[in-house]
């Protein structure tokens, strides 16, 4: 059995319109469908990511606040590849650094835990949101770029009108069609990526919220101790 594509722009088959484009359309429209595939890899993997992170820091705060023994609880988590226990580990670390000495400067003390968990936190959400911007740029820049191969088009077909001294439609509705078919492309890379970026960058706000929120209680226990070592 023989295949045969329809390359009539008339039909508006999406290979079609390719086929009949100018070459500086068919490069945009290359561009935005690698584009729009590189934004589909980027939103399966951060929704992955992002349930994972959610799962294990809700299980790493209901340990953390189950176990009696803060040092133990340390020492079994100190190398988890986690944001919640980076800044756990970031303040046992503190805490050390500033109690090792027999007098201990209390107010100082909170200070710095509070300073340290806070750029933890801050330095864990850079790194858990990195690949946010490319959504964002996708969103915002793919269809000015289809607008381009758009524009290009159209001015290519009225040079094609002019040399061809007709202005029927059967003449320029097919280069009009391969133009515009390039801004179809570029709303479909962008749609995408905005929706998921409006949605990530959400639940990344939630999950700093999340961290803060833990800083704010372990710093509270060890503030605790610091009243109890008075």
């Known amino acids: 059995m023989n295949f045969?594509?329809?390359?009539?722009?008339?039909?508006?088959?999406?290979?079609?319109?390719?086929?009949?484009?100018?070459?500086?359309?068919?490069?945009?429209?290359?561009?935005?469908?690698?584009?729009?595939?590189?934004?589909?890899?980027i939103i399966f993997s951060?929704?992955?990511?992002?349930?994972?992170?959610?799962?294990?820091?809700?299980?790493?705060?209901?340990?953390?606040?189950?176990?009696?023994?803060?040092?133990?609880?340390?020492?079994?988590?100190?190398?988890?590849?986690?944001?919640?226990?980076?800044?756990?580990?970031?303040?046992?670390?503190?805490?050390?650094q500033s109690t090792r000495n027999r007098t201990v400067d209390r107010a100082g003390t909170r200070e710095r835990l509070a300073t340290t968990m806070g750029a933890t936190v801050a330095s864990?959400?850079?790194?858990?949101?990195?690949?946010?911007?490319?959504?964002?740029?996708?969103?915002?820049?793919?269809?000015?770029?289809?607008?381009?191969?758009?524009?290009?088009?159209?001015?290519?077909?009225?040079?094609?009108?002019?040399?061809?001294?007709?202005?029927?439609?059967?003449t320029v509705g097919p280069g009009i069609a391969e133009a515009l078919f390039a801004t179809a492309i570029g709303l479909f890379a962008a749609i995408p990526a905005v929706i998921a970026y409006n949605r990530f960058s959400h639940g990344v706000n939630k999950i700093e919220a999340r961290l803060n929120r833990f800083a704010d209680g372990f710093h509270a226990t060890l503030s605790r101790q610091l009243e109890g070592a008075a």
Do not use: C
């Open 4 to 41: 045969v594509f329809n390359t009539n722009a008339a039909t508006l088959s999406p290979i079609a319109l390719f086929l009949q484009a100018d070459w500086v359309v068919k490069i945009v429209m290359i561009g935005l469908l690698l584009a729009s595939i590189w934004t589909w890899s």
């Open 124 to 170: 864990e959400i850079d790194r858990l949101s990195d690949r946010l911007n490319v959504l964002a740029t996708v969103g915002s820049v793919a269809p000015f770029v289809g607008l381009f191969g758009t524009v290009w088009g159209i001015m290519h077909s009225f040079t094609q009108i002019a040399q061809s001294q007709s202005t029927s439609l059967t």
């Open 46 to 96: 951060f929704w992955r990511k992002l349930g994972r992170t959610r799962k294990a820091t809700e299980k790493f705060e209901r340990d953390f606040y189950r176990a009696e023994d803060i040092d133990a609880f340390h020492r079994l988590h100190k190398d988890t590849d986690l944001a919640a226990a980076r800044v756990f580990t970031a303040g046992v670390a503190e805490w050390r």
